[in-house]
């Protein structure tokens, strides 16, 4: 027997439609944040318990309600947004079906409290089933609209068992509102649980799209931003947004999808968009995304589903091709971050303070415990084997002393031992070695000058070169007192500390260098460190030289002609003749011997050779092919009318002289060229870097400017090698 179709009662219709419509407590949260925006609404509050079941508040500034429509606003198919057919394929509002409010009405109570701008008074009413309970009554309020949503799904048992725990359900919902937060800056959200003092979503009316992805998501994603947007005339279609750069990843994808203002979900746009990142992550993760695609309205067909979190727009397949292709080059732009992510400015240690992190010695003496990943595993005081050996080189110029100044760690060559020798050999040499320690060593306190101690210097107290003199003559100098003030006020204490007492890793090149500080590891630029030493060096040790003494006299006039002939010198045809400039050079030298040697120990015959040089550091000597190029600059880029600059300069062109510079050292070869480059490498790690735990006094500069680069440390390795 066939069956009988009837048609069915209005209010198991209204109820399957609202079925369809409000979905869980989320669905109310959304259309009702919808109906807020159309409103205008700058200020939107939104109160939870139970996940929604038992209470959802939404509070608005907008227009509001007026009292004549309040009897049917609860109704089926009510809007004030569309009135033709026609109007829905330019429809540029959330709402226009008139379903979300009469939807919720028929699963839950609702009351709804209004008052517009005209209005004298607000007014508040009770709907059930789409219908009005009373009249509405005047009350106080604010303009604007509250709607009360109470007990949803209470007459749809079977619904209410299928959904799940009311935090998770409270997840979804802040998980809703968190989207249109980070999509409509300008507009305050705040979203909590009732009876809670503090929001668990919170942005402000003046907070940017990156403010507010930032409240909502926290540092690690706002950092790692990179804005896109594009517009293409001939599909019709403009995209802004931002997406995560190769440095970001999570487990699950995060597409935040908003097209012409919906907050919608597109599968074929998602599965495109990771396709691209597929090639710049790891592999099982995902990228975060917040795109706002604007379509031409009569592009787009809003209405093919019933939350209306889909939408069909045409040319859907180019439009997302094109996309596709914005954020592939958006990536590529951005992938050189990945070569290196640096961190110029160093955490943790601050220019007042010094980094807390306790080395595994001082641990051990602490009943605190040291977790793996904040474990020091290295000690800065640890001495190495080939501390005590220095390389075979060709013999360098012998240093002499020079008059009160010269001492004992400026006289005769550098200590032949071998990296080539047997056990016994090098048994012997270290035996000898440390019993000229203790004396070394007082030598080097002596040298190590402490802040207080600089105080005591500028006040006219004796204190040792770094040549080791064993007397000192006292400079009272105004000049020098000031540039040696000027270094003590820019000192980065923070830098220092870690300079003092760091753990050297190797050399990158001649120019760059990996220590270790603590739990991070930093690449230094050691042509930088390595200069401001030598002219810090120039300045606390001024008038106080030994000499190193060339073996063979140097003509000033064949040094400024290769200068001359060099690229570096710059000279033009207009500069006139070089033999003339050259001999120039070599006069107005001459008759600075005289104070470049009382001052800095730089020597000169009546002849116009180059006979003596500095020592500024013991078992250093600088490279001499940059020689030719520093008896130029002497007498081109020093201020020798005032006293203070000329110091100044002077020190500064004979540091960068001294300093560790790439294109004049050899790095890499065999047999006699292996062994130069085993120098360099040696006089770094053992001469210019035990030189820098003690003498050196780094500007606070170096902390900004990429000289100090902290490259890894040892809590984010952990975090990563964790995720693997």
């Not at 033709?84 to 079906?97: C, K, M, N, Q, V």
């Not at 501390?387 to 760690?409: H, I, N, R, T, V």
């Not at 000031?482 to 300079?499: D, F, V, W, Y």
């Amino acid at each position: 027997m066939a069956g009988v179709i009837r048609r069915l009662d209005e209010t198991v219709v209204n109820r399957i439609a609202a079925g369809e419509v409000i979905q869980r407590p989320a669905n109310a949260v959304k259309e009702l944040i919808e109906n807020c925006l159309d409103a205008k609404s700058t200020n939107i509050q939104v109160t939870v318990k139970d996940g929604g079941l038992k209470l959802l508040q939404i509070q608005d500034n907008g227009t509001g309600i007026r009292k004549e429509d309040m009897e049917i606003v609860c109704e089926r198919f009510t809007t004030s947004k569309l009135q033709t057919f026609e109007d829905l394929s330019a429809i540029a509002t959330y709402g226009f079906r008139g379903e979300a409010l009469a939807s919720i009405s028929h699963v839950a109570h609702v009351t709804i409290t209004t008052k517009t701008a005209d209005a004298k008074c607000a007014y508040r009413a009770s709907y059930s089933d789409g219908k009005l309970k009373g009249p509405p009554k005047p009350c106080a309020g604010n303009q604007g609209t509250q709607i009360l949503v109470e007990d949803l799904f209470y007459n749809v048992s079977t619904r209410r068992k299928a959904l799940k725990s009311p935090s998770d359900e409270y997840s979804r919902i802040v998980e809703v509102a968190s989207r249109y937060a980070i999509h409509n800056s300008g507009k305050s959200f705040a979203v909590k649980q009732q009876g809670e003092t503090v929001a668990d979503v919170r942005t402000l009316s003046n907070a940017s799209t990156v403010d507010n992805i930032r409240a909502v998501f926290g540092n690690t994603v706002s950092r790692e931003l990179i804005e896109v947007g594009c517009e293409d005339q001939k599909l019709a279609y403009k995209i802004k947004g931002y997406i995560s750069n190769a440095n970001y990843s999570v487990k699950k994808c995060i597409l935040i999808l908003f097209i012409n203002h919906r907050l919608v979900e597109s599968s074929a746009l998602k599965k495109a968009i990771e396709m691209v990142y597929a090639a710049y992550l790891p592999k099982n993760t995902h990228p975060f995304l917040y795109l706002s695609l604007e379509i031409a309205p009569q592009n787009v067909d809003v209405n093919v589903h019933p939350t209306k979190h889909e939408v069909h727009f045409l040319h859907e397949d180019s439009v997302i091709e094109s996309i596709q292709k914005h954020i592939e080059s958006k990536l590529l732009g951005s992938n050189s971050s990945r070569t290196y992510f640096t961190q110029t400015l160093l955490p943790g240690l601050s220019v007042s303070g010094v980094s807390g992190v306790k080395s595994s010695s001082a641990a051990a003496e602490s009943s605190e415990r040291v977790y793996a990943h904040q474990m020091v595993r290295t000690d800065c005081r640890a001495q190495k084997l080939d501390a005590f050996l220095q390389p075979k080189k060709k013999p360098p110029p012998d240093p002499e002393p020079a008059g009160p100044s010269g001492g004992e760690a400026a006289a005769g060559p550098s200590q032949p031992d071998s990296l080539e020798m047997d056990d016994v050999e090098m048994l012997e040499a270290l035996v000898e070695q440390e019993a000229a320690v203790p004396k070394d060593d007082a030598d080097g306190l002596q040298r190590k000058r402490s802040r207080k101690e600089r105080q005591h210097e500028e006040e006219g107290e004796e204190d040792l070169t770094a040549a080791a003199a064993p007397k000192r003559r006292i400079i009272k100098l105004n000049s020098i007192k000031e540039l040696r003030a000027e270094i003590t006020e820019n000192t980065h204490t923070g830098l220092q500390e870690m300079l003092q007492n760091h753990s050297f890793v190797g050399c990158v090149n001649p120019q760059w260098t990996l220590i270790q500080h603590h739990t991070k590891l930093y690449l230094l630029n050691t042509t930088n460190l390595s200069r401001e030493l030598f002219y810090q060096i120039l300045i606390y040790d001024f008038g106080n030289f030994g000499v190193l003494r060339l073996s063979t006299p140097a003509p000033l006039y064949d040094l400024a002609m290769l200068a001359l002939d060099s690229e570096a010198s710059g000279w033009t045809e207009e500069d006139g003749p070089k033999e003339g400039l050259a001999q120039y050079i070599v006069d107005f030298l001459k008759k600075k011997a005289e104070m470049l040697d009382d001052y800095f120990s730089m020597e000169i015959d009546q002849d116009g050779n180059l006979t003596g040089l500095p020592l500024l550091l013991d078992k250093y000597t600088p490279v001499m092919e940059g020689l030719p190029l520093f008896i130029l600059r002497l007498a081109t880029e020093v201020n020798w009318d005032d006293e203070r600059e000329c110091f100044r300069d002077f020190s500064r062109e004979c540091s960068m002289f001294y300093s560790i510079r790439k294109q004049y050292i050899l790095e890499g070869g065999a047999g006699e060229e292996q062994e130069e480059v085993n120098s360099w490498r040696w006089k770094l790690e053992h001469v210019i870097f035990k030189a820098f735990r003690t003498l050196f006094s780094p500007p606070k500069n170096f902390g900004e400017d990429g000289t100090v680069l902290q490259i890894a440390n040892l809590p984010d390795l952990y975090k990563v090698f964790e995720r693997c």
